[in-house]
């Protein structure tokens, strides 16, 4: 079955203490992007991926990093988590970029993961 | 750059009424537009996507949404309403160039409640 899978589901933890929510896919997808969903705020773009050894800053990117090893696994790390990253992270994959590709790679959808929800306190 | 609005944070209709959900985008070139769909405790889910062509975009679940260049416009539509639409639903916009391919920007998210 074709997924998006997010570890851990749920964690709470304490301010500064490193944690890495994992984010695996077995569609062979090239791009992979990192979200944060805060009440009001809708989702917003931590970082992206395009392909192996390539990420990219997105929208909100301070405090978090990300490295792309693999093409099926895109990590989050925060080194130093805050109360202020106390939010709902969700991680996606597509076969391209969205809106990019050409033939049957184009105009492909973004999975997304069913969420980690962080609490530092 | 880039960006999404929703003007309706909220969105009350009786089962089997027609919906419309807003999106307003800032882009200077002709964007690539998403609207996703939420249900509680889940992830996102793409319901329809347009790129270019016919500015009427069918998608999944019966929904449709109407690109209006004239307007920034990509409101979501639904003649009839079901319960189990109940969700909260996200416009997205992407660049389809330069320095910020790949990002994609989300509105705020309409939440929308059905009555029985």
């Known amino acids: 079955e074709a997924q998006v899978t997010q570890n851990p589901r749920y964690l709470i933890t304490v301010t500064g203490k490193k944690l890495t929510v994992t984010c695996s896919q077995n569609m062979n997808h090239e791009y992979m992007s990192w979200y944060r969903q805060d009440p009001g705020l809708g989702l917003r773009q931590i970082y992206y991926?395009?392909?192996?050894?390539?990420?990219d800053k997105g929208d909100v990117p301070e405090g978090y990093k990300v490295s792309r090893k693999e093409k099926r696994n895109f990590p989050l790390i925060l080194e130093s988590p805050s109360p202020n990253q106390t939010s709902l992270y969700f991680c996606a994959s597509s076969l391209s970029p969205p809106g990019r590709g050409l033939g049957v790679y184009s105009n492909q959808p973004q999975h997304f993961g069913d969420g980690t929800r962080l609490s530092i306190l | 750059a880039q960006s999404v609005t929703q003007p309706d944070i909220h969105i009350t209709v009786s089962e089997g009424a027609s919906l419309e959900l807003r999106c307003n985008y800032s882009?200077?070139?002709?964007?690539?537009l998403f609207w996703y769909v939420q249900s509680p405790g889940q992830g996102l889910q793409l319901l329809l996507k347009?790129?270019?062509?016919?500015?009427l975009v069918q998608g999944i679940k019966g929904f449709e949404a109407e690109f209006k260049r004239s307007q920034s416009s990509f409101n979501l539509r639904k003649p009839s309403v079901h319960w189990s639409d109940a969700a909260e639903y996200f416009c997205a916009v992407k660049a389809d160039r330069g320095s910020t391919l790949g990002r994609l920007y989300f509105g705020r998210g309409t939440q929308l409640t059905v009555w029985p």
């Open positions: 347009y790129f270019s062509g016919d500015t």
């Open positions: 882009y200077g070139a002709t964007p690539y």
């Open positions: 991926s395009m392909n192996v050894e390539v990420t």
